[in-house]
């Protein structure tokens, strides 16, 4: 449902509370919700009508997210026996971040944005936190889920939301009036369609949609966005950040001798704002980073390197060079590999990382109770004291994957984490490294902004200087 007939809809459940001849009211839904302020109106208007009169929701196909949030309202719930219910969450669109400008301007930080950036996340938390808190409220008892269980985010058959307590009965439409009509006592009583013949109002189609997709979303509303929304056949890939990108005839140089080589040789992801993270700890310590996209720069670079940078890789590594990185470690090279899960499959990196001991985990981690303001982004704590871990206590990982080796120096996560792959806790470990090598399985912590976050910034120093080290 969207903002242009919410305000219909609203307006009809005030006729039905204000009308002394309407003694119940029968709700039927089939919807995978809409924008939260529209969601939200309908709830609290529903909840109202539910104080004054019988109300029952009827599930003839799907009340999820924002749908059942409404369902919640009324006294009771009815669903046919494949309807599905649940899916109690949000999604949010993170405001952007902003190329100031010298011809327009606004008079404070957050003018042309409305929300940090950084701390949106915890703003999107107290609205998941208030609609799951309402819904327990509404269902009172008769729900036997807990909070974190609800905010999952799962759908369910009519016949266990009936065993989990987020649906009542079974039955059909006329079961839900007939529901209606005798918790109101009525033995005579006609049947009033309130929105009969209104089939012409102006209902947003992407709502109606099962394919929906994010990008219809985002061309009809401006960022920030949230909503509450199931959308089953969407693609979570929203437009990125601008990539690093660098093409073959702009990476030769004259420089005789530099320390740090960037691969981009296997149309590796990183975002600008990672890449300058880079650049700025590495400048520091008087390091010099060369980017290379092609193998053959890459053999020739390695020669003078001291450490390789290997960003998530869209393209697998062949035998041919693999053999150019190993021979690049035997004589004395070190390595950073970093892959994110949002960017890539594993499968590309792994094809190299394997041979050196390390596999990345496809899926991502999650916490649920112990998070930074959302469930992906997850505390991650050292296991051992040694230069990696010099001054850190903790530092937040954004949607990272797990890492098996069995290298014995690792980053673990915070108890509670959860594997999407495997759905269950386990100790997991995004950050393992030897003295060769260090491999993380996220790139995002490298955002200039995600710098701030815990000993973010302290744990990047460290890698720089791990890898710069002098051999003892």
């Known amino acids: 449902m969207s903002e242009y007939n919410s305000s219909f809809y609203v307006s009809l459940i005030y006729r039905a509370l204000k009308s002394n001849d309407i003694k119940a009211v029968v709700i039927y839904i089939d919807s995978p919700g809409g924008v939260a302020s529209t969601m939200e109106s309908m709830f609290y208007a529903v909840r109202k009508l539910s104080e004054e009169k019988v109300t029952v929701a009827y599930v003839g196909g799907m009340a999820a997210s924002g749908a059942y949030y409404v369902a919640s309202a009324c006294r009771y719930i009815v669903a046919s026996p494949s309807s599905v219910v649940g899916n109690v969450g949000i999604i949010a669109v993170v405001p952007p971040l902003v190329v100031p400008s010298e011809y327009v301007i606004e008079t404070g930080p957050y003018k042309a944005t409305g929300f940090s950036y950084l701390y949106f996340p915890f703003n999107v938390s107290h609205i998941l936190e208030k609609m799951a808190n309402n819904i327990i409220e509404a269902r009172r008892n008769r729900i036997r889920l807990t909070f974190h269980e609800i905010i999952q985010g799962k759908l369910y058959f009519a016949v266990e939301a009936i065993r989990l307590g987020l649906v009542d009965y079974e039955g059909s439409l006329i079961d839900a009036i007939e529901l209606a009509a005798r918790e109101a006592g009525l033995r005579e009583y006609d049947i009033i369609y309130l929105n009969k013949g209104e089939s012409s109002l102006p209902i947003l189609p992407e709502t109606l949609s099962w394919n929906i997709t994010y990008s219809s979303l985002l061309s009809r509303y401006s960022k920030p966005t949230i909503l509450l ?102 004589k004395g090279g070190r390595i950073l590999l970093l892959f994110d899960p949002s960017l890539s499959y594993a499968y590309y990196m792994n094809s190299l990382s394997s041979r050196l001991g390390i596999v990345f985990s496809e899926g991502y981690l999650y916490n649920m109770k112990n998070c930074f303001g959302y469930y992906r982004n997850i505390y991650v704590y050292p296991s051992t004291a040694d230069d990696l871990s010099e001054n850190v206590s903790a530092i937040v990982l954004f949607t990272a994957t797990h890492i098996y080796s069995n290298f014995t120096s690792y980053f673990e996560a915070s108890n509670g984490t959860m594997s999407l792959v495997t759905e269950n806790e386990d100790l997991f470990k995004p950050i393992v490294y030897s003295e060769k090598i260090v491999a993380i399985g996220d790139q995002t912590f490298l955002n200039t902004l995600n710098t701030c976050v815990a000993d973010n910034r302290l744990f990047i120093d460290n890698i720089v200087r791990y890898l710069l080290k002098e051999k003892d």
Not at 251 to 261: I, K, L, M, N, T
Not at 309 to 316: A, E
Request: net charge negative; hydrophobic share 40%.
């Open 229 to 330: 929304l199931y959308v089953p056949r969407a693609s979570f890939t929203f437009i990125r950040e601008d990539m690093l990108r660098y093409y073959s005839r702009e990476c030769h140089s004259s420089v005789a001798s530099y320390e740090v080589v960037l691969d981009l040789s296997h149309k590796n992801l990183i975002t600008l704002l990672q890449f300058q993270t880079l650049q700025e700890k590495f400048m520091r310590y008087g390091a010099y980073i060369k980017i290379v996209a092609s193998s053959e720069e890459l053999t020739y670079a390695l020669d003078k390197a001291k450490v390789l940078i290997i960003p998530t890789p869209s393209l697998d590594y062949s035998d041919e060079e693999i053999k150019v990185v190993m021979d690049y470690l035997d």
